[in-house]
T-cell receptor, first 119, second 115 residues
Framework: GAVVSQHPSRVICKSGTSVKIECRSL??????MFWYRQFPKQSLMLMAT?????????EQGVEKDKFLINHASLTLSTLTVTSAHPEDSSFYIC???????????????FGPGTRLTVL | AQSVTQPDIHITVSEGASLELRCNYS??????LFWYVQSPGQGLQLLLK??????LVQGIKGFEAEFKRSQSSFNLRKPSVHWSDAAEYFC?????????????FGTGTRLTIIP
């Protein structure tokens, strides 16, 4: 149980275009999802916290207009990188949390990640 | 603000040998601590977690970790490694009411297993 998927696993796009990444909780409803960014040989950095039905909370230094997050349902959150540039190339990882009170709610379950390359 | 330090970037261990991966944290209150493993093409998998109680925590795949408050450490151990343990290991500290809100990760330790 507690499986999280991401789509696509890899994407290459041209500079100036927008890219959407999907994060789905496959066997549970996730009221909260998180988006991380991982640079090569570096740690995961939390970008934003996404709550179903409300606006995402962004970490300091993350441009909310560049990284649009939508959490429209209990099983789907999307991250859209708008007007992507080469410096946005990175590995983007999402995680999801089981609602409080349910088994497993003390843990974040991670997706496999999406490799974004902007040319 | 919380922080996590994993002093070892890369560790090489022979198959069957014991393993210890170091993790030091900085957090103002009682920490929620986690160890995750990341394999290529797969998401981070939770190995074990510490919230309170017994300071020696048992996890999956034969891993254990010991919380030492006096040393601000949460080192991961395994008595005998297998080739399949080769991966990237991340220590993390969690904030929030249940420690699962803002996870702060260390930079990771890459484990290589030699025959």
């Amino acid at each position: 149980g507690a499986v999280v998927s991401q789509h696509p696993s890899r994407v290459i796009c041209k500079s100036g275009t927008s890219v959407k990444i999907e994060c789905r909780s496959l066997d549970f409803q996730a009221t909260t999802m998180f988006w991380y960014r991982q640079f090569p040989k570096q740690s995961l950095m939390l970008m934003a916290t996404s709550n179903e039905g409300s606006k995402a909370t962004y970490e300091q230094g993350v441009e909310k207009d560049k990284f649009l997050i939508n959490h429209a349902s209990l099983t789907l959150s999307t991250l859209t990188v708008t007007s992507a540039h080469p410096e946005d190339s990175s590995f983007y990882i999402c995680s999801a949390r089981v609602p409080y009170g349910l088994e497993g709610s003390d843990t974040q379950y991670f997706g496999p990640g999406t490799r974004l390359t902007v040319l | 603000a919380q922080s996590v330090t994993q002093p070892d970037i890369h560790i090489t261990v022979s198959e069957g040998a014991s393993l210890e991966l170091r993790c030091n944290y900085s957090y103002g209150a009682t920490p929620y601590l986690f160890w995750y493993v990341q394999s290529p093409g797969q998401g981070l998998q939770l190995l074990l977690k510490y919230f309170s109680g017994d300071t020696l925590v048992q996890g999956i795949k034969g891993f254990e970790a010991e919380f030492k408050r006096s040393q601000s450490s949460f080192n991961l151990r395994k008595p005998s490694v297998h080739w399949s343990d080769a991966a990237e290991y991340f220590c993390a500290v969690g904030a929030g009411d249940f420690g699962n809100e803002k996870l702060t990760f260390g930079t990771g330790t890459r484990l290589t297993i030699i025959p």
